[in-house]
C-alpha cells in the first residue's frame, strides 16, 4: 500500500469514528432529554397533586363552617318566625308522603308552640286539596321537588310561613353569598 491509500484508509476511518462518536452523541442528548422531561413531568403532577389536596382541604374546611352556620341560622329562623305568626287559626302544607308524621307530631307543636308564643294553642287544619311536591328522585331531575317541611298560612292567605329546607336553604344562601363570592373570587376591588 502506498502513501495515498493508507491517508485514504486513515480518513475513511476517522469518518467512521466520528459518525460512531456524533449518533451516540445523540442517542444520550435524547436519552437525557427524555430522561429530564419525564422527571420535570413527575414534579408538575407532584405539585399538582398537592394544589389540588390543599383546595379540598380548604373546601371541606369552608363546607363544614357553611354547615354550621346554617344550622345557626335555621334555628334561630326557627325560634323567631313560628312566633311571628300569632294566627288562632292556621292552614298548614306538607308533602303527600309525610302527612301521617305531620298528623303524628302536630298536637305536640301546637302545645311547644303555645308555650313559647304564650297563646292558646291554635286550630291546624291540614290541607287536603294542595300538597307540597314530592321529594327529589334521579328520574324528574329538573321538575319541581321538595325536601320536606310545611307551609303555615293565615286562614285569610295574607300570612305565609314557608318552612321548608329547600326555602330556608335559599334564605341561608342568599345570605351567605357575599361571603362565597369572596372565598371564590377573592376581595374584588371597587
Request: charged content about 35%.
Amino acid at each position: 500500500m502506498n502513501d495515498a491509500d493508507v491517508s485514504r484508509q486513515i480518513q475513511q476511518m476517522v469518518r467512521f469514528i466520528r459518525q460512531e462518536a456524533e449518533e451516540k452523541a445523540n442517542e444520550i442528548s435524547v436519552s437525557a432529554e427524555e430522561e429530564f422531561n419525564i422527571e420535570k413531568l413527575q414534579l408538575v403532577e407532584a405539585e399538582k397533586r398537592k394544589i389540588r389536596q390543599e383546595y379540598e382541604r380548604k373546601e371541606n374546611e369552608y363546607s363544614m363552617q357553611l354547615n354550621a352556620a346554617r344550622i345557626k341560622v335555621l334555628q334561630a329562623q326557627d325560634d323567631l318566625s313560628l312566633l311571628r305568626l300569632k294566627e288562632p287559626s292556621v292552614l298548614l302544607r306538607c308533602r303527600e308522603c309525610d302527612r301521617k308524621l305531620v298528623e303524628s307530631v302536630l298536637e305536640e307543636a301546637k302545645q311547644q308552640y303555645a308555650e313559647k308564643a304564650k297563646v292558646h294553642p291554635p286550630k291546624v287544619t291540614i290541607d287536603e286539596k294542595v300538597y307540597l311536591p314530592p321529594p327529589p328522585n334521579k328520574r324528574e331531575v329538573h321538575g319541581p321537588f321538595c325536601s320536606g317541611g310545611v307551609v303555615l298560612a293565615s286562614q285569610d292567605g295574607k300570612i305565609v310561613f314557608e318552612n321548608t329546607l329547600d326555602a330556608r336553604l335559599e334564605v341561608v344562601f342568599r345570605q351567605k353569598l357575599p361571603e362565597i363570592r369572596k372565598l371564590l373570587y377573592g376581595k374584588i376591588a371597587a
